[in-house]
């Protein structure tokens, strides 16, 4: 079975650009979050779909949002980047959802924004 | 709201040694919590939870954690550490019921032969 597959793998912007993401979650799955990883904040929680729904969402700016689609895939994105918005996005995804967080991450999407 | 306390950022160690990576919890619901595991340049594994039952909670590797509810901890700890366990250790915490994790800031295994 596929885990989670996140693309592009790395990635480098420049500030004032923006940047899509892409989440292909392990089938069947219809639960897909998005977390940030920096070394100043750790991981932080950006977002959770489920059936096309955002159920959740952390404490970003507007400038970060995303979108999930009828086959349970995700994306996010980052408008007007800054150079605070560097770090590894990882997304995970779930089958279960009564069981709470029992998340399966990918491998993450490492952006650097210059 | 929940929150996550790994006392140690750096825990070293020397391989076959014992090993107990420490986290504290805050919350004023019932939880569930998770030890997840990140190698380098990859996304995070899940270790172990603790979501009911059983305190005491074990992982296929010969990592167990267990949860004290009286002290708010979900401490890790492994009696005899291998060079592969070489890793990045993050606690994390959910509402149960629900699908949004708070992690802990990590805790840098490193072990020296």
């Known amino acids: 079975k596929a885990g989670v597959t996140q693309t592009p793998r790395y990635l480098i912007k420049t500030r004032g650009q923006q940047v899509t993401l892409s989440c292909s979650p392990i089938?069947?799955?219809?639960?897909v979050s998005w977390y940030q990883q920096t070394p100043g904040q750790g991981l932080q929680f950006l977002f959770e779909?489920?059936?096309?729904?955002?159920?959740n969402k952390g404490n970003f700016p507007g400038r970060f949002s995303g979108r999930q689609f009828s086959n349970s895939r995700s994306e996010m994105n980052v408008s007007t980047l800054e150079l605070g918005d560097s770090a590894l996005y990882l997304c995970?995804?779930?089958?279960?959802?009564?069981?709470?967080?029992?998340?399966?991450f990918g491998e993450g999407s490492r952006l650097t924004v210059l | 709201a929940q929150s996550v306390t790994q006392l140690d950022s750096q825990v070293p160690v020397f391989e076959e040694a014992p090993v107990e990576l420490r986290c504290n919890y805050s919350?004023?619901?019932?939880?569930?919590l998770f030890w997840y595991v990140q190698y380098p340049n990859q996304g995070l594994q899940l270790l172990l939870k603790?979501?009911?039952?059983?305190?005491l909670v074990e992982s296929i590797n010969g990592f167990e954690a267990e949860f004290n509810k009286s002290q708010t901890s979900f401490h890790l700890r492994k009696p005899s550490v291998h060079i592969s366990d070489t890793a990045e250790y993050f606690c994390?915490?959910?509402?149960?019921?629900?699908?949004?994790?708070?992690f802990g800031q990590g805790t840098r295994l490193t072990i020296n032969p």
């Open positions: 995970a995804s779930s089958l279960d959802v009564t069981k709470g967080g029992e998340l399966f």
């Open positions: 089938s069947g799955h219809r639960s």
């Open positions: 779909y489920f059936s096309e729904t955002q159920r």
């Open positions: 919350s004023s619901v019932s939880v569930y």
């Open positions: 603790y979501l009911s039952g059983s305190t």
């Open positions: 994390a915490v959910s509402r149960a019921g629900a699908q949004k994790l708070v």
